[in-house]
């Protein structure tokens, strides 16, 4: 089975923190996906990576960078929170060609006050 | 933008008889689409893949997929109460290489006991 997992199921930090969330997967997956998810809006591409230290932007990029230095690892920071950063943040895998199929992790629900 | 279209329902079934979930999608480029289920608080999972057109069977659930109408479909039959939650359509952006998918908001369906 494919796992993929995310450091922290909820968290709870201050405007103006700098926030890492972390994601690992254990499938040697090439790609590896941030998604934020809010209610009415759906899920959002932040960013994405196909290679170790290699990074493509999403749909919504501001604010956040990531960071891939090894291939089963794969995070995201805030590096300055904000309230409109409160969120569900998903991570997910997948191989490359013909799949594509990916695979999410747990979800990390962030609250930024 | 890429858009995909789904009705967010509720869309009601009564147990033991067919749910039928529709997605329309604009890129019409694309070549690879998912659905995911999505119970509450809880992280998408993978239901079924479809690449080509055509029907794809995988136990109880059918996807359906038709290019020249970008309309994707999926089918669960003997629903289930478990089978309650929100499911997502996902299509791979066109453009080959790895890419994020982008996610409908979501049809959510509920079984009637």
Known sequence: DVKVTQSSRYLVKRTGEKVFLECVQDMDHENMFWYRQDPGLGLRLIYFSYDVKMKEKGDIPEGYSVSREKKERFSLILESASTNQTSMYLCASSETSPSYEQYFGPGTRLTVT | ?113
């Not at chain 2, 997605?23 to 690449?51: A, N, V």
């Not at chain 2, 952006?93 to 009637?112: N, P, V, Y």
Request: glycine fraction near 10%.
């Open chain 2, 1 to 113: 933008q890429k858009e995909v279209e789904q009705n967010s329902g509720p869309l009601s079934v009564p147990e033991g008889a067919i749910a039928s979930l529709n997605c329309t999608y604009s890129d019409r480029g694309s070549q690879s689409f998912f659905w995911y289920r999505q119970y509450s608080g809880k992280s998408p999972e993978l239901i079924m893949s479809i690449y080509s057109n055509g029907d794809k069977e995988d136990g109880r659930f059918t996807a359906q997929l038709n290019k020249a109408s970008q309309y994707v479909s999926l089918l669960i039959r003997d629903s289930q109460p478990s089978d309650s939650a929100t499911y997502l359509c996902a299509v791979k952006r066109s453009g080959g290489g790895a890419d994020g998918l982008t996610f409908g908001k979501g049809t959510h369906l509920i079984i009637q006991p």
